[in-house]
């Protein structure tokens, strides 16, 4: 699983939600983790949750911290499991900084503010996942929190150690795999 | 997914994860996640993990709450990403009662006591989880920390709060997936 | 697995085989079988059954109970084994009213009249089973039989029947598959 | 897939419900159905079905035509669609005769005596099913029905049919599977 | 697993590489491989290989010995495996006309000039593979080798070969599969 | 994956073909291919293969170079397709030897003798696959061949390019699959 900060400011728009962007756009190729800084702007029609969809739902942010993961196996729970283990590896992270933070499925909370949003979808070849974190909050449309609020100051920093973090949670995954007998 | 508190006192050897030792024991048939309180002593012959197999290690506390998952799937897998699903499960339930809990794969860990032992495997029909928390630790072969001193008293609540817990992230996770679109 | 029979009219045009459809039309979300009524007009462009569109075959029926099923699994094979069942639940529910059923493959006969229209086929997220039964039979493009003439009076009755024979018909697998010791 | 009538007189104990037991013993290699007549004789601890072993049930009947399927595919949910699908076969052949049998998961009933027996289940490398059905009834441990009374007198001739029939609907499925694009 | 080659000259686009594509133009059902001769051109806009689009390399060659397979599974690192066994039943071809030929990955050459293309996808009902062989190779554009330099004068017999070794390939697989033990 | 020559004579009786035998013995954790050099002699009870185990076949070789791989996967088929490969590995290989090498499903020819045996098969948790090639055969009940014969002089030299080709080769199938669209 190979990992990727980008410093380039990229503004999310869903469309990056798609198999091989990272291969095409930076020459990652197999499993990967990377993470950018940009505003989140995503349309209802690039939406991939239709319970978002059908509410005519948006997302909006001025300045998030995403991260997209591919993973070239195209098993749909396997990748909503994974998408469980990236959030658990974000708030985790976040309890390092002694921040308070609430996990509701894919979302996180602090405070009763929405920290993150986040989808995990298939296409034919692989999985996808997009998180999205908060770090300025003006003009969200419902109630949130942000990094900046969190005392988290480096961005890259702690996109390095979250990134990191899963990437260990899954070997350690196969490793527990590895050693367990069939009973 | 069932659930279900044991209330007669259970002592672990082992040879409770074993497939449908749910259903021969207590009737309760397919997916399902039971607990109950008892000792914890587990001889090499019956670990199913090969390092600690390898290692003669063994396991052995006075009193703890197990927990015993099966699901219908023999996905091992799936079946390791469930049980550290379980594990950030307690782990969250215990932070409603302000426990400062740390995780590294499946362990559980307050103030560098290990609070948590745990195992996943596979028969031929099942994938099987096995989690057991001290309640006590006097005598437990390394560095423990213990439900008691953690302010849980009432041992079966908890075990049904996480329970629940579990029974819930499965439902959200099975709900996640049939609200996406594939790309 | 949910069942609803919807009560409103709807012409089945092929559309309807489409992820989701049950979830944004009728708000059941999951694994679901949905009935209702309507005149079957499919145009060979819409048709997923590769033969049939070669042989630039359409389907015609003034008016037919339909059942859409949707599955959130997508194994095509099993999503064939499942509609096989489908229409055999209906042929038995047709039993009980005495008509004397033969089914070929997914196709239901009754005096040498085709009673019905079936497809199985998947999505990226699901799988998705169509069936029509003929209420009335006047302009079909072959020799058909009909609801009506078989003394099917109240199609709503019929169809909640086949699809609870269908529900249980599942729940039974499932319970089956978790009662079998492997060898 | 190979279909075999064995004309020697073999006792069901279920031993034969054994991965390659069919090729050991006649050299048929791959997915095959074979077919014997003997007595069924299964002593609780052979049985596989949990719930049957639990209520110390057991299997007996004088003379039983016997059908073992073993399919090279160890996925325990498919084989019950297929076990379903053979017992489908086997009423749709005994329609032929015009028996009024009726189905009830896996069982079969003739005017409310149970026609037959059978299991499905997995080995680590493929599927085993067993079919038993009442040729002679005397002695049997509840209320059967047996293809003697039935007017079934060529028990060869009746177990060719439905092994063809069985062929034949895997076939069919198999080339549905292949006609049918994805949506 | 039918065979077939065609004798009309076809030119290769990668619009061939299709669901469906040997079904709907040659009425072969199911898992097949087929072979004709055609000129090969396939602009980036075509290619499936994401890697070769990025570099915008397009394939050309004056005239091919094409290979389309279609497999009824989507699994895409099975299609891979399968790939590889194909090229290697054309290296084992070429060795009977003693042709020293060097396979890297899915690629074959002869004296460093590279004789063949080749991919392997999926769509949402199946697997895919092309494999074209140079039969001349005026104006290709890296340097190449072609059957017609190889001694390989009856195209026809060779592409009939390289199907049937392929064919018996899958069945030996096959075979070993049903007949060994799990452990 | 993991690749290790282990330096020590082991004689090969069947019983290293067992999940975990790489990890319990050597420490190596995970997807692994080790090659050793001792006498091969596999009585018929720890055969896996059905058919040798029939005809009482046995293997004996006084001297062999073996490979012993695991794959932390238990689908049957896929391991049958990556000891084809690995076979395929080893033809390639002595063909840089300029040996004039043939191979007969998972049997490699020199001169009409026998070279290799070789089997794959599953547990509960794993693949494995062993390659045996005979170094020295003298007393070997078939007409075999031997590396010692072919010019092989350093066995752990060649073995280790062996096992580096079988490792990228699963590296560029890995790398295939990642840089392909679905269609």
Redesign the interface.
């Known amino acids: 699983m190979k990992v990727l900060f980008i410093d380039k400011k990229i503004d999310y728009l869903g469309t990056q939600?798609?198999?091989?962007w990272i291969?095409?756009n930076f020459g990652v190729?197999?499993?990967a983790v990377v993470a950018f800084v940009g505003e989140a702007d995503v349309p209802a029609d690039n939406m991939?949750?239709?319970?978002d969809a059908?509410e005519k739902a948006f997302i909006y942010s001025p300045l998030m911290l995403h991260f997209i993961v591919e993973h070239?196996n195209?098993n749909?729970?396997?990748a909503?499991?994974?998408q469980?283990?990236l959030i658990?590896c974000i708030k985790?992270e976040l309890e390092q900084f002694e921040v308070p933070v609430?996990?509701l499925?894919?979302d996180l909370y602090v405070n009763k503010g929405k920290l993150s949003v986040s989808?995990?979808?298939?296409?034919?070849?692989?999985s996808?996942i997009h998180v999205g974190l908060n770090i300025d909050n003006q003009g969200t449309p419902v109630k949130t929190s942000a990094l900046s609020e969190l005392g988290i100051r480096d961005v890259k920093a702690f996109a390095e150690k979250v990134m990191l973090r899963y990437k260990r949670?899954l070997e350690?995954?196969?490793?527990?795999?590895?050693?367990?007998?069939?009973?």
Not at 48 to 51: P, S
């Open positions: 939600l798609a198999p091989h291969y095409r190729l197999g499993d991939v949750d239709i319970a059908l070239f195209n749909l729970d396997l909503i499991y994974r469980r283990l658990v985790e609430r996990r499925g894919d989808i995990a979808t298939v296409s034919a070849v692989s996808l949670e350690q995954i196969y490793e527990a795999r590895c050693k367990v007998r069939g009973i």
